[in-house]
T-cell receptor
Framework: DAGVTQSPTHLIKTRGQQVTLRCSPK?????VSWYQQALGQGPQFIFQ???????QRGNFPDRFSGHQFPNYSSELNVNALLLGDSALYLC????????????FGEGSRLTVL | GIQVEQSPPDLILQEGANSTLRCNFS?????LQWFHQNPWGQLINLFY???GTKQNGRLSATTVATERYSLLYISSSQTTDSGVYFC?????FGAGTRLTVKP
């Protein structure tokens, strides 16, 4: 049973560029959530997708956008990258929107230079 | 917004000691989870515990939903228990407790 998978694991971008991160949920899960974790802090909720729609959103600017595909996989897009966007981006899947146990992938570590 | 507060922020123990980590919530407890973050950043599920008590080996957890707190107990700590422990409720995480277990 495959767990949550994320790609890429590491990437380096420069200020102003755009980045796309990808996530495949755990088998049987239909809800995907994205988190940003800066060094030394707890994960911060970005948004959650269910049935290909954004269902909940945390306190992040519109530069952060996402998408969920019919196979439940998801993408996180960040435009106009800032130095402060450097962080570990974590994807979690769960079996039900708004409820249920979260299962996390290994994360994508983004460095913005 | 929903507040999740963890204490203590840092904890240093000698191998073999016991510890208790606490998580307080400002809102109702619905989807309480405890995680251990390994050195590579992955969040490892420890407990999904919206209420009651669960045990898994040397670890146990108790959530008292009516009083809006949860406790994680680690008994006979080992050096491999070192790392950051997070609690989360309804998509919101606390700031974590950094545990260091010395040999």
């Amino acid at each position: 049973d495959a767990g949550v998978t994320q790609s890429p694991t590491h990437l380096i971008k420069t200020r102003g560029q755009q980045v796309t991160l990808r996530c495949s949920p755990k088998s049987g899960h239909d809800t995907v959530s994205w988190y940003q974790q800066a060094l030394g802090q707890g994960p911060q909720f970005i948004f959650q997708y269910y049935e290909e729609e954004e269902r909940q959103r945390g306190n992040f600017p519109d530069r952060f956008s996402g998408h969920q595909f019919p196979n439940y996989s998801s993408e996180l897009n960040v435009n106009a990258l800032l130095l402060g966007d450097s962080a570990l981006y974590l994807c979690a899947s769960s079996p039900n929107v708004g409820t249920g146990e979260l299962f996390f992938g290994e994360g994508s570590r983004l460095t913005v230079l | 917004g929903i507040q999740v507060e963890q204490s203590p922020p840092d904890l240093i123990l000698q191998e073999g000691a016991n510890s208790t980590l606490r998580c307080n919530f400002s809102d109702s407890v619905n989807n309480l989870q405890w995680f251990h973050q390994n050195p590579w950043g992955q969040l490892i599920n420890l407990f999904y515990i919206p209420s009651g008590t669960k045990q898994n080996g040397r670890l146990s957890a108790t959530t008292v939903a009516t009083e809006r707190y949860s406790l994680l107990y680690i008994s006979s700590s080992q050096t491999t228990d070192s790392g950051v422990y997070f609690c989360a409720n309804d998509m919101r995480f606390g700031a974590g407790t950094r545990l260091t277990v010395k040999p």
